[in-house]
C-alpha cells in the first residue's frame, strides 16, 4: 500500500472539496483491498464514512437513502424490507454480514470488478492498465461478461446492490467538487467498457454520491435471484432482479436488470418491451428471453451463461407471475 | 503518523498509526493483542471478526485511522476476567473448533449475530420475523471460514446459547 | 498387557484441553510469537512469469523507501545448498534454497525479499523492486507434454508406480459390461485458515524457529540442510498450528526467506505469507488426468480393473500421487492394471494434500464403480458387497479388519437407501431434482517410528514431553487420555507438552497416522514409568511384587494397586530420584508390512439440483466409519466430519485455475478458491463402528483424519447422477457441467426449450 494522507471530511462540501485529488473512503471493503495490492494507488483518502449521509427517509419523492448508509442498515430497514424487498434481497445476497456493516451505499455502487487477471499485476488488463490487453479473453473465463463486452475488457461488476438499483430506476444524487449537483438513473451510472474499460462509471474525478433515491411506487411484485457455486459468500454467476405489476391479467411496469452478465446491471430492455401489456404465459417468457439474448457472446469458459441466463429469466418470470406475493400498497 | 484513540475491551488505548495500518494491524502488532487473526488480510475469511460499535466488521479491511474514538470487542474481551462467555464455553463443550486459528472471528461473529437476532435483523434466508434457527445461523455464520470443518458444531453450540434463558 | 478392559479415559468424548486457551485467543501460532526484541517484518516478491531468467534486478527504489532494512534478492542471497541436495533425508528435509540464481523455477517463486520495521513499510517496498524478465517457454500442464511423460522413481502411498496383477487386456476383453471413462481432477490448494508463518532468530550460531509445520524433525533437517548447519543447531517452536491438511508437512519459502534475513540482519524476522502468496509458495495437488477401464461379467463381477494417471511433477521436488493404487485394495478383480506417469514440469511445489491419492482416486473410481453397476443393472451397494475381496486383490495380504461391507449395510439402513438400479431423475421436491448416492472409503492406515518422553513427579503430576504436533486433531487431549489410562490417574493431573524440537522426536502429523504413532509411544513410556513404580516399591515393600500393573492407579501423589498405598515421594527418598521418568521409542510392527491395512468408510449423499439453474446443493451427507478403536468420541468425529466437508469441496467447490499460457494460478484468493461456506454443509451424520484392530498397534487405533474425505466427492457425484443423469467426468461438478442434463430432464418446462 503506498503512503498516502488520510483526512476525514466533515461535511459533504468539505469532503468533494478535499477529494478532487484523492479518493473518497466509504466502508473500503474494496478500495483497502485493492490498495493492499496496489492495484489501487490514491495519494489521499477522504474519509467520508461519518458524514450526516446514514439517514433514510420517506417523502413524496420517494426512499431518500444516504450514500453513507451501511448495506446491512438498508437491507434491514422497514420500509425496505416493505417496499423494495428486491433490494433487501439482493443487499443480503451479497458477501456478508461482517463486509455489509462495513460496506456502503456509495461504495458498492462504485466496486470494481473480480477478474482475476485486474487483481493479478503480473497479466494484462486493460482496465487495471489501459492499452496493456486483455488476458481474460482468451484466458480463464467463467465469471466474464457475455452482453455488451468489447475486445478490450469482458470484465463484469459484481454488486448485487448495483443490479436491484437499476432494476427499481433509483436515483443517484451526487455532488461536485464545485458544489454543483446532478441526478443520475442508477441505470446510467456504470459503462460498458468500450476501449477505454478503466472507466467504470461516469462520475467526475471528485464527484461524491450523496444519496440515492429510491422511486415512492415501484412494482408490487419483486424478485431477486442469485446464481452461485457456494450457497452464501460467493459473487454472483448471474443475478436478475425483477420487478411487475399484474394489471388485468397483463404484465406492466416489467423491469428486468441482469448482474455477473456485464460491465454493468445490464437492463433488459429488449424483453421488457416484449412483456410490456402482454398477458403472461410460457412461450411469451421464453421469447422475451430470447430476445435479450439475441446478441448474447460467450468466450469459452462462460458460454453457459447464455441459457443460464435465459434460464433464469424465464424462471423468475414464471416465479413472480404465478406469485401470490404483492407488497402492500 | 496520525493519533487514534479506542476503546478496546473496556480499556481507552490511544497509539500513532501508519495511515495504511488496518484495525487488525493495529491490534495485532501495536496493541499487542494477537488473538484476533489474519487468514487472508481481504475480507474473504472471517478470522480477524471484531464488533465495532456493536457490530461486526472483518479488521483486516478496515484502516485503524478510521477508528478513532471507536469501541473496539476482540476475542480478549468476551470473557469476563477468568470467567468464558458463554458462547466461549459452550464452544469448548461443542468442540466447535480444531485447530482454532479460526475461533476469535467465529467468537466474535456469534456474538455479534446474537445481538443481531435481538435487532431483529434480517438475512436472506429470513421469511418475515426474524428468528433464531439452523438455517439462520448458517447463512448469518457464512462469512466464517472454518477449513478443519467444525461447522456443525458451531451451530450446535451457538443454539445451545441462544435456547438459554436470558 | 490388555488394554481392552480398562476403558477410564481413552474414547472419552472429553472436550479439548486446549480449548480454553483457544477460546481466549491465547493459544498463540507462529505468527503471535513475540519474543524479547521486536521481529523485522519480511515480505515475498514474486516472479511474474513462469519460466525464464532474471535480467535485471532494481532493488534501489526499495532499498531507499521508508523503514527498509534489508532487500534480498539472487545477487546478495547468502549461500545455500543447492535445492533438493540432501535428498537422502526426504522432500521435507532436503534443502529448500531460496534466491539462489537468475533462473526463476515457477510462477510466483520469490525472487526478492524485503525486510522493514513494519509490514505496511515491507509491502510497499516490496511492489518497488523491478524486475526484468527473459522469459522462456515453460512445461506447465501434462496433458499438453504429455509425449515427455516418464515414470515417476517413487510415488507417495504405492511401492509400485506401474502394477498389473493378472492379466488386464483379456480379462476387459471378455468382460460382458465395461466402462471405459477419462476423469479430470483439479489443482487444488490445502487452505488451511493460519497461512504458513515463521518468526526466525539466531543466538550464538544457533537458530530458533517458531513456525507452523507439522512434523518438526524434518522442518529441522531442513533447515540444517539448506542454511548448512547442525541439525542439533536449530531449534523448532510450533504449540499451535493453524490447520495444515498437509501444506506444513514440510518448510516453505518464508521459513528459510526469514532465516537468511534474520542472520543478515542480526535480530529476528517475522514473515507471514499472505494468502495470495501461498498460492505459488506454498504446495498444493496437482491435476490429474484418470483413465479408468473397467470391466464386470454379466452377474455383475469385476473382471478387470484398470487406472492410469497422469499429472505433473514441480522440477527438483519428487512428489507424485498415487491416484491408482486404491485400484489395488478396493474390489475383488480377475486383473488389476495400474500406471502413473508424470511430466516434470515448471510449477510450485507439488504435495501432499489430506488424503493423497484416494482424495482424489476414490472420487473418480468410486463413480466409475457407480456407472458399472448401473450397467450392470444390479443396485450400486449391492454391487460392492458382491465383488468384496477376501484377500487384498494387489497383493494377496489378509486384510487387518475388513468392516467395508458392515459400514455399506449399516449406512444404508441408516440413510434409507432406496434399493435398486439407479435411474435418474426421478425424485423432485418443488424446484429441486433429488439425487441419493453412495461411495466407499478407504484409505491406508500406518505407523510411523516415534518417540514420547514422561516424567511422573513426587507430586503425581504427570508430563509428557514430544516433538509432535497438534494442527487441531486434538493431539493434546488424546495423548493426555492414553496416558493417565496407563497409569489409572486423572487427566487432569497430565501436562501435554508437544510442539518443540528440544523434546524427543516423533513423526509428526501427517498420513493419519500421529495419533497411532505417537499414542503408542505415550503408552510405552507410561508402561515403563508404570513397571517401575512397582519395581521401585517392591524394594520397600515386597509386598509390592509381582502384583499386576494393570491394577495400577494414583490418586493424587500417591499410588495404590488393590489396598496397597505409597505416597510417590516416599518411594523416591526411598530409592533415590526426583522423578520417575521413562522414554520409549516405537517402530511399526510387522503385521504392517503382512497385512493389508486399511480404515474404511461408506458415504451416502442427498444432493438437491435446482430445475431452472441446475445450483447444486448438499441436503444430507452420511458416513459409517471404521478406523478401529476410536481415541476421543467427540475430536474423532470433529476429524471426520472435517474430511467430510473436504470432500463436498473436492465434488463441488474446490479447484486451482492455472493459465496455462503463463504457469500461473489466477483465483489466488479465498473470494475465488471455493472452501465450503457454514451454508454449504447440512447436518452431517457420523457413525462410527466400534472397532480395535490390534494388527495396527497396541491401541487397536487406525487412522481418522483424511478419511471422511475418501468417498464423499464420490457419493455427491454419484447423486448428482441420481438426480439429473450427469456422469460427472470433471471435477468438481460445475452448473455448467449439469446444465445440459437438466435442461434434458425438464424439457417442457418453461426455463427449458
Redesign the interface.
Known amino acids: 500500500m503506498k503512503p498516502f494522507d488520510y483526512v476525514r471530511a466533515g461535511s459533504a462540501q468539505e469532503a468533494v472539496r478535499a477529494g478532487a485529488e484523492g479518493r473518497f473512503l466509504g466502508g473500503g471493503t474494496n478500495l483497502v483491498d485493492l490498495m493492499k495490492l496496489e492495484i489501487e494507488r490514491p495519494d489521499k483518502l477522504v474519509d467520508v464514512s461519518r458524514l450526516a449521509t446514514e439517514e433514510i427517509e420517506d417523502g413524496d419523492d420517494g426512499l431518500l437513502v444516504g450514500a453513507g448508509v451501511s448495506n446491512s442498515a438498508l437491507a434491514g430497514h422497514p420500509l425496505v424490507r416493505e417496499r423494495y424487498p428486491l433490494l433487501s434481497t439482493a443487499l443480503l445476497s451479497g458477501a456478508t454480514q461482517q463486509l455489509r456493516n462495513k460496506a456502503t451505499v456509495g461504495g458498492n455502487f462504485l466496486q470494481r470488478t473480480r477478474c482475476q487477471y485486474f487483481y493479478d499485476v503480473f497479466r494484462a488488463c486493460n482496465k487495471r492498465e489501459p492499452g496493456s490487453g486483455c488476458d481474460a479473453l482468451d484466458g480463464i473465463n467463467r465469471f466474464h461478461a457475455i452482453l455488451g463486452a468489447s475486445e478490450h475488457c469482458i470484465a463484469v461488476h459484481p454488486s448485487d446492490m448495483a443490479v436491484a438499483m437499476a432494476a427499481l430506476d433509483a436515483t443517484v444524487e451526487t455532488l461536485k467538487p464545485d458544489g454543483s449537483t446532478r441526478s443520475i438513473p442508477a441505470r446510467s451510472l456504470h459503462r460498458l467498457p468500450g476501449d477505454t474499460p478503466h472507466i467504470d462509471h461516469v462520475l467526475e474525478a471528485g464527484e461524491l454520491i450523496t444519496h440515492v433515491v429510491l422511486p415512492a411506487s415501484p412494482p408490487k411484485r419483486q424478485l431477486y435471484r442469485k446464481v452461485r457455486d457456494r450457497s452464501s459468500y460467493a459473487f454472483a454467476v448471474v443475478s436478475i432482479a425483477l420487478a411487475l405489476d399484474l394489471q388485468d391479467g397483463r404484465l406492466a411496469n416489467v423491469s428486468i436488470a441482469l448482474g455477473g452478465v456485464a460491465h454493468k446491471p445490464w437492463r433488459a430492455e429488449r424483453a421488457e418491451g416484449i412483456l410490456e401489456d402482454s398477458r403472461p404465459d410460457a412461450e411469451l417468457f421464453a421469447n422475451a428471453a430470447d430476445a435479450e439474448l439475441a446478441h448474447a457472446v460467450g468466450h469459452g469458459h462462460n458460454d453457459f451463461k447464455i441459457d443460464l441466463s435465459r434460464r433464469l429469466i424465464v424462471a423468475a418470470l414464471r416465479d413472480l407471475s404465478e406469485s401470490k406475493r404483492e407488497i402492500a400498497a | 503518523m496520525?493519533p487514534v484513540s479506542l476503546d478496546v475491551n473496556g480499556k481507552t488505548v490511544s497509539a500513532e498509526v501508519?495511515?495504511?495500518?488496518?484495525l487488525l494491524?493495529l491490534l495485532?502488532?501495536t496493541l499487542?493483542?494477537?488473538?484476533?487473526?489474519?487468514?487472508?488480510?481481504?475480507?474473504?475469511?472471517?478470522?480477524c471478526?471484531v464488533i465495532v460499535n456493536g457490530?461486526?466488521?472483518?479488521s483486516c479491511?478496515?484502516?485503524a485511522?478510521?477508528h478513532d474514538g471507536d469501541a473496539v470487542t476482540?476475542?480478549?474481551g468476551?470473557?469476563d476476567g477468568e470467567s468464558?462467555s458463554p458462547l466461549?464455553k459452550a464452544?469448548?463443550?461443542h468442540?466447535a473448533?480444531?485447530?482454532?486459528?479460526?475461533?476469535?472471528g467465529q467468537?466474535c461473529?456469534a456474538t455479534?449475530?446474537l445481538d443481531?437476532i435481538k435487532r431483529?435483523?434480517?438475512?436472506?434466508v429470513?421469511d418475515g420475523k426474524v428468528t433464531l434457527n439452523?438455517?439462520e445461523?448458517?447463512?448469518?455464520?457464512?462469512?466464517?471460514?472454518?477449513?478443519?470443518?467444525?461447522?456443525?458444531?458451531?451451530?450446535d453450540a451457538i443454539l445451545s446459547v441462544a435456547g438459554e434463558p436470558a | 498387557m490388555n488394554q481392552q478392559d480398562s476403558r477410564k479415559w481413552i474414547g472419552q468424548p472429553l472436550d479439548r484441553v486446549d480449548g480454553p486457551a483457544k477460546v481466549t485467543g491465547q493459544a498463540t501460532y507462529a505468527a503471535d510469537y513475540r519474543g524479547n526484541s521486536p521481529a523485522a517484518i519480511g515480505f515475498i516478491v514474486e516472479a511474474g512469469i513462469g519460466k525464464g531468467r532474471i535480467v535485471s534486478i532494481d532493488t534501489r527504489a526499495a532499498e531507499a523507501s521508508d523503514g527498509v532494512l534489508l532487500v534480498l534478492t539472487h545477487q546478495n542471497a547468502p549461500e545455500q545448498a543447492p535445492f533438493g541436495s540432501h535428498d537422502d533425508a526426504g522432500r521435507f528435509g532436503q534443502s529448500h534454497a531460496v534466491l539462489e540464481n537468475e533462473n526463476v523455477k515457477y510462477h510466483g517463486a520469490p525472487v526478492a525479499f524485503v525486510v522493514a520495521e513494519t509490514l505496511e513499510q515491507a509491502r510497499h517496498a516490496a511492489h518497488l523492486v523491478s524486475v526484468r524478465y527473459d522469459q522462456q517457454p515453460g512445461v506447465f500442464d501434462a496433458e499438453a507434454h504429455e509425449d515427455k511423460a516418464t515414470k515417476p522413481d517413487s510415488l507417495d502411498g504405492a511401492d509400485q508406480a506401474d502394477k498389473e496383477v493378472g492379466h488386464f487386456e483379456p480379462a476387459f476383453e471378455k468382460s460382458a459390461v465395461t466402462v471405459e471413462a477419462e476423469y479430470h481432477t483439479p489443482s487444488q490448494h490445502a487452505s488451511a485458515m493460519e497461512p504458513h508463518a515463521t518468526v526466525a532468530e539466531w543466538s550464538d550460531g544457533k537458530l530458533t524457529v517458531h513456525m507452523a509445520v507439522q512434523i518438526i524433525a524434518d522442518a529441522r533437517k531442513g533447515f540444517a540442510n539448506t542454511l548448512k548447519i547442525e541439525p542439533g543447531d536449530v531449534r523448532i517452536v510450533s504449540p499451535f498450528i493453524g490447520g495444515g491438511f498437509g501444506s506444513k508437512l514440510g518448510i516453505h519459502n518464508e521459513a528459510i526467506l526469514a532465516a537468511l534475513a534474520a542472520r543478515e540482519l542480526d535480530r529476528p524476522v517475522r514473515v507471514a505469507q499472505t494468502r495470495r502468496n501461498l498460492f505459488a509458495n506454498g504446495p498444493h495437488r496437482t491435476a490429474h488426468r484418470h483413465r479408468l477401464k473397467l470391466g464386470a461379467d454379466a452377474d455383475g463381477r469385476l473382471q478387470a480393473v484398470s487406472h492410469d494417471s497422469l499429472a505433473v511433477m514441480s522440477r527438483g521436488y519428487p512428489f507424485a500421487e498415487a491416484a491408482g493404487g486404491l485400484t489395488q485394495s478396493s474390489y475383488a478383480a480377475e486383473a488389476i492394471r495400474m500406471s502413473h506417469r508424470i511430466v516434470e514440469a515448471n510449477v510450485p511445489k507439488v504435495d501432499s494434500m489430506r488424503a493423497p491419492g484416494e482424495a482424489i482416486g476414490t472420487l473418480v473410481f468410486e463413480s466409475a464403480i457407480d456407472e458399472l453397476a448401473e450397467r450392470c443393472g444390479i443396485d450400486p451397494i449391492e454391487f460392492r458387497l458382491l465383488n468384496e475381496p477376501e484377500t487384498e486383490p494387489g497383493s494377496g495380504k489378509s486384510f487387518s479388519t475388513r468392516p467395508l461391507a458392515r459400514c455399506l449395510r449399516e449406512g444404508a439402513a441408516k440413510f434409507g437407501w432406496q434399493s435398486g438400479v439407479v435411474r435418474p431423475g426421478m425424485k423432485r421436491d418443488g424446484r429441486w431434482l433429488i439425487g441419493h448416492g453412495v461411495a466407499a472409503a478407504i484409505r491406508p492406515n500406518n505407523i510411523e517410528p516415534a518417540g514420547a518422553e514422561a516424567s511422573l513427579a513426587r507430586d503425581g503430576r504427570l508430563t509428557l514431553s514430544l516433538d509432535m504436533t497438534d494442527i487441531g486433531t486434538g493431539t493434546y487431549t488424546i495423548l493426555g487420555q492414553i496416558a493417565a489410562e496407563t497409569l489409572g490417574m486423572d487427566t487432569g493431573a497430565v501436562e501435554v507438552r508437544l510442539g518443540d524440537s528440544d523434546f524427543v522426536e516423533t513423526c509428526g502429523s501427517g498420513g493419519s497416522f500421529g495419533a497411532g504413532s505417537t499414542g503408542t509411544a505415550v503408552q510405552q513410556a507410561c508402561d515403563s514409568i508404570r513397571t517401575d513404580i512397582l519395581a521401585r516399591a517392591a524394594r520397600i515393600d515386597p509386598d509390592w511384587s509381582g502384583v499386576n500393573s494393570a491394577d495400577l492407579t494414583i490418586d493424587g501423589d500417591r499410588v495404590s494397586v488393590g489396598d496397597r498405598s505409597l505416597a510417590l515421594g516416599d518411594i523416591l527418598d526411598a530409592v533415590g530420584g526426583e522423578a520417575f521418568r521413562a522414554k520409549s521409542h516405537i517402530k511399526p510392527g510387522d503385521a504392517h508390512k503382512t497385512m493389508a491395512q486399511y480404515s474404511y468408510g461408506a458415504l451416502f449423499a442427498e444432493v438437491g439440483v435446482d430445475a431452472d439453474t441446475a445450483e447444486i446443493r448438499l441436503r444430507r451427507l452420511l458416513g459409517v466409519f471404521d478406523a478401529g478403536r476410536i481415541l476421543n468420541h467427540k475430536t474423532a468425529h470433529s476429524q471426520l466430519m472435517g474430511g467430510m466437508i473436504f470432500g463436498i469441496g473436492a465434488g463441488l467447490l474446490e479447484e486451482s485455475l492455472m493459465d496455462m499460457r503463463y504457469g500461473a494460478f489466477m483465483n489466488r484468493d479465498l473470494a475465488e478458491y471455493h472452501i465450503a461456506v457454514n451454508r454449504d454443509v447440512p447436518r452431517l451424520e457420523v457413525h462410527m463402528l466400534e472397532g480395535f484392530d490390534e494388527h495396527s498397534n497396541p491401541l487397536g487405533s487406525k487412522g481418522i483424519g483424511e478419511l471422511g474425505i475418501c468417498g464423499t466427492g464420490p457419493a455427491i457425484a454419484n447423486a448428482v447422477y441420481d438426480a439429473t443423469g450427469h456422469r460427472a467426468r470433471k471435477f468438481p461438478i460445475h452448473i455448467e457441467d449439469v446444465l445440459p442434463a437438466v435442461a434434458r430432464l425438464t424439457k417442457g418446462n418453461a426455463a427449458s426449450r
Open positions: 496520525y501508519d495511515a495504511r495500518t488496518s494491524d495485532r502488532e499487542g493483542m494477537p488473538g484476533s487473526k489474519k487468514g487472508c488480510d481481504h475480507g474473504q475469511c472471517g478470522a471478526t457490530v461486526r466488521i472483518n479491511l478496515s484502516l485511522v478510521s476482540t476475542v480478549e468476551l470473557a468464558l466461549q464452544f469448548v463443550s468442540d473448533f480444531q485447530c482454532g486459528y479460526c475461533t476469535p467468537l461473529s455479534a449475530l443481531e431483529g435483523e434480517p438475512s436472506v429470513t439452523e438455517e445461523i448458517r447463512e448469518r455464520m457464512s462469512g466464517n471460514l472454518c477449513r478443519c470443518g467444525a461447522y456443525n458444531n458451531i451451530v
